[in-house]
T-cell receptor, first 115, second 109 residues
Framework: SQTIHQWPATLVQPVGSPLSLECTVE??????LYWYRQAAGRGLQLLFY??????ISSEVPQNLSASRPQDRQFILSSKKLLLSDSGFYLC??????????????FGPGTRLTVL | EDQVTQSPEALRLQEGESSSLNCSYT??????LFWYRQDPGKGPEFLFT???AGEEKEKERLKATLTKKESFLHITAPKPEDSATYLC??????????FGTGTRLKVLA
């Protein structure tokens, strides 16, 4: 069965500090990978998605970046955090099939607080 | 523009009081409509996928239905452990999922 991991689970960082969040998927190959941010009481905002190693699509212009150095590894980074970067960050994967299996599965999330 | 709207934003039910959550969508095409359950501080948990109008899926006290413009998540005789935020999402194209803002459900004992 497939499993998705995220770490760290919680993070408190000062404004201006760098950020690195990691996501790994087990039990599948060639997954589509996604980073979302969820503000308190709001929906999921798509930040980045990747359909293959080194292929990153950005949805929202901001000070965040993403990388996919390996097939099942997705990293979210920032050089200098802003207060507005606080939120709940979710990694997800999907495996698009022309006939079925289009579901997206989520990791446990990382709670980021920028002070 | 592809859009998903969920209603109500919040719902309080007494234990055993059945109700329905609504997810209306406007998309150029539909490769799937998805329901998730999210508990506080956790990632969304996948519940159902619906692909075509008229389709229905059931799991315990939950039943999801789909029409050409909306989906309903019916909750029959809910229990306090059903309390959570329920998210609806659609896949109109190849990779990007569009999410609604969710319905916060509270079931009182």
């Amino acid at each position: 069965s497939q499993t998705i991991h995220q770490w760290p689970a919680t993070l408190v960082q000062p404004v201006g500090s760098p950020l690195s969040l990691e996501c790994t998927v087990e039990g599948t190959s060639n997954p589509n990978l996604y980073w979302y941010r969820q503000a308190a009481g709001r929906g999921l905002q798509l930040l980045f998605y990747s359909v293959g190693i080194g292929q990153i699509s950005s949805e929202v212009p901001q000070n965040l970046s993403a990388s996919r150095p390996q097939d099942r590894q997705f990293i979210l980074s920032s050089k200098k955090l802003l207060l507005s970067d606080s939120g709940f960050y979710l990694c997800a994967w999907s495996r698009l099939d022309p006939f079925s299996y289009n579901e997206q599965f989520f990791g446990p999330g990382t709670r980021l607080t920028v002070l | 523009e592809d859009q998903v709207t969920q209603s109500p934003e919040a719902l309080r039910l007494q234990e055993g009081e059945s109700s329905s959550l609504n997810c209306s969508y406007t998309v150029s095409g539909l490769r799937g409509l998805f329901w998730y359950r999210q508990d506080p501080g956790k990632g969304p948990e996948f519940l159902f996928t619906l692909y075509s109008a008229g389709e229905e899926k059931e799991k315990e006290r939950l039943k999801a239905t789909l029409t050409k413009k909306e989906s309903f998540l019916h909750i029959t005789a809910p229990k306090p452990e059903d309390s959570a935020t329920y998210l609806c999402a659609v896949l109109p194209g190849t990779y990007k999922y569009i999410f609604g803002t969710g319905t916060r459900l509270k079931v009182l004992a």
